[in-house]
């Protein structure tokens, strides 16, 4: 099995910024794509950014230019810096990963972090 814990959430006004942590954790796994989704209060969860394993990134329209993902192989972390936040950026994220492991491809997500962004 594959762990997937976050960190960084929290409560920020209009403008801060917040930086995300998502660790992997578990055995016999090689991590490839992986990304941030996030629901905002009574919707759909929605794409934020993802990046594959070696470093090509996509983001979402609503978040380019303010938000930067990274990853750290070398502890199984992806990273979500994003500023100039705005209270439309309040939701719950997810960290997402595709985990091959023993020659299969699985999904993993978090348990979720809350960002709030107050105006």
């Known amino acids: 099995q594959v762990q997937l814990v976050e960190s960084g959430g929290g409560l920020v006004q209009a403008g801060g910024s917040l930086r995300l942590s998502c660790a992997a954790s578990?055995?016999?796994?090689?991590?490839?794509?992986m990304g941030w989704y996030r629901r905002p209060p009574g919707k759909q969860r929605e794409l934020v950014a993802t990046?594959?394993?070696?470093?090509?990134?996509n983001y979402a329209d609503s978040v380019k230019g303010r938000v930067t993902i990274s990853r750290d192989n070398a502890k199984n972390t992806v990273y979500l810096q994003m500023n100039s936040l705005k209270p439309e950026d309040t939701a719950v994220y997810y960290c997402?990963?595709?985990?091959?492991?023993?020659?299969?491809?699985?999904?993993?997500w978090g348990q979720g972090t809350q960002v709030t962004v107050s105006s």
């Open positions: 997402n990963a595709d985990v091959l492991r023993w020659g299969k491809t699985y999904t993993y």
């Open positions: 578990g055995s016999s796994f090689r991590l490839n794509a």
């Open positions: 990046v594959t394993s070696d470093g090509s990134t």
